[in-house]
Nanobody
Framework: QVQLVESGGGLVQAGGSLRLSCAAS????????MGWFRQAPGKEREFVAA????????KYVDSVQGRFTISRDNAKNTVYLQMNSLKPDDTANYYC???????????????WGQGTQVTVSS
């Protein structure tokens, strides 16, 4: 069992930056691949980024490639999402998730946090 708690969301102007954090409970954090997903009002949840157990493999959705960076610190049981050059279209509730594979599919993740809201004003 893994419990995930996101933080770091907020209101930012377009072009600004935010860093999201996701703290995991338990001593098996390093055995999970981690992902970030987001869901805007009226839209389906979409994949944003994923990182492998060691941190050596990362994946991104095309719309954030070059602007967002996912990373993890297994000693701190935490995964991060550094978001730069934010756009109004990035406005959503952001969720972290833990799973067994470094996947773009939400169905490959077993544990989810409650989410943190990111709002980008124009």
């Amino acid at each position: 069992q893994v419990q995930l708690v996101e933080s770091g969301g907020g209101l930012v102007q377009a072009g600004g930056s935010l860093r999201l954090s996701c703290a995991a409970s338990g001593r098996t954090f390093s055995s999970y691949a981690m992902g970030w997903f987001r869901q805007a009002p009226g839209k389906e949840r979409e994949f944003v980024a994923a990182v492998s157990r060691s941190g050596g493999l990362t994946k991104y959705v095309d719309s954030v490639q070059g602007r967002f960076t996912i990373s993890r610190d297994n000693a701190k049981n935490t995964v991060y999402l550094q978001m730069n050059s934010l756009k109004p279209d990035d406005t959503a509730n952001y969720y972290c998730a833990a799973g067994s594979v470094t996947s773009r599919s939400q169905y490959d993740y077993d544990y989810w946090g409650q989410g943190t809201q990111v709002t980008v004003s124009s």
